[in-house]
C-alpha cells in the first residue's frame, strides 16, 4: 500500500520533515481556516489583518477573547493522535523538524522537540514599542476583564498576540530554518493543510525540486497535489498512526 511505501522512504531517508496546518488540530476541537466549518465561513480573513489591529487594537482583543471562548468553551485542548504519531516518529529518531503553521502549542504538548512555529504562537504576546515577549495568559486575563488593550509591563505599549496577521512578515529566523530544512528534506510530508498560504506553501515544492519524496496527507487535494510522489486523502489522526506503525514494523 502507499503507506508501506511512504514507511519505506521514511526509514530509508536521512532527513524527513514534516509541515503541518490546522488540519492536524481539528479532532483536538480546534477549527481549521478552509475546511468543512472552517473559520473563514463565521469571520472575515480582513479581521485578522495587521491593519485591524493597527486601527483598533481594544476592539481586535476583545474580538479575540470572543472567539477563544467561542472555539474552547471546555479550555481543555490537547494533543490527537496525529501530533502523538509525530513525536512518536521523532524520538524514535525517524522525523528531523515539524514545520508548523499552528499557533497552538499542540506539537510541543505532544512531546515534539523539533518544532519550528512560522506563524508564531498562541502561547505569548509581544509589545508593539520595546517587542519584549510575555506569556499570553496575563494578557489574555487583562483582556477579559475589559482592560483594552493589555499594555506592556516595562513601557506602557500596545501588546499583540505574538501570532503573524494578514499583512505581516513572518518571523524571520524560523522562515530561513524552515526553508534550510525543506532544501535538505529527503522526504517531505506536507499534512493537514490546504498549502494556500504562502510562503509556507512553497516548502513542498522547494523540497520536491531538491528532490525529496513529497508526501501530502490531507481530507482534499491541494494545489501541489500533482506533484507529490504519495498524496493520501485522508485523515491525519488516522493516516500518522499507520504510518509510524508501519514505519517501526
Ligand atoms: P486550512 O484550513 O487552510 O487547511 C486545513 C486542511 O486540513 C483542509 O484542507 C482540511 O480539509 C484538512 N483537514 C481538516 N481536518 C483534517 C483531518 N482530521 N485530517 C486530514 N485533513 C484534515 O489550514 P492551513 O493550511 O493550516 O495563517 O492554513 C494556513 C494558514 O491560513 C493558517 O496558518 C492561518 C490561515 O490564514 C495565519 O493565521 C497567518
Ligand atoms: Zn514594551
Known sequence: SDVRAVAGAIRDAETVVALTGAGVSTASGIPDFRGEDGIWERHDP???????????????????????AAAFDDGNVAPNAAHEALAELESAGYLDTVVTQNIDGLHQDAGSEGVIEIHGSAARVVCRDCSRRFDAEPAMERARDGD??????DCDGTLKPDTVLFGEQL???A???????????D??????????????????????????????VNLESTPVSERADYDLRADVTEALPRLRQAVKE
Open 46 to 68: 480582513m479581521d485578522f489583518h495587521i491593519d485591524r489591529f493597527r486601527s483598533d487594537p481594544g476592539g481586535f482583543w476583545d474580538d479575540r477573547v470572543k472567539l477563544l
Open 148 to 153: 483594552l488593550p493589555p499594555t506592556c509591563d
Open 171 to 173: 518571523p524571520e529566523h
Open 175 to 185: 522562515l530561513m530554518q524552515s526553508q534550510a530544512k525543506a532544501e535538505n528534506a
Open 187 to 216: 522526504v517531505f510530508l506536507a499534512v493537514g493543510s490546504s498549502l494556500t498560504v504562502q510562503p509556507a506553501a512553497s516548502l513542498p515544492r522547494v523540497a520536491a525540486e531538491r528532490g525529496a519524496t513529497l508526501v501530502l
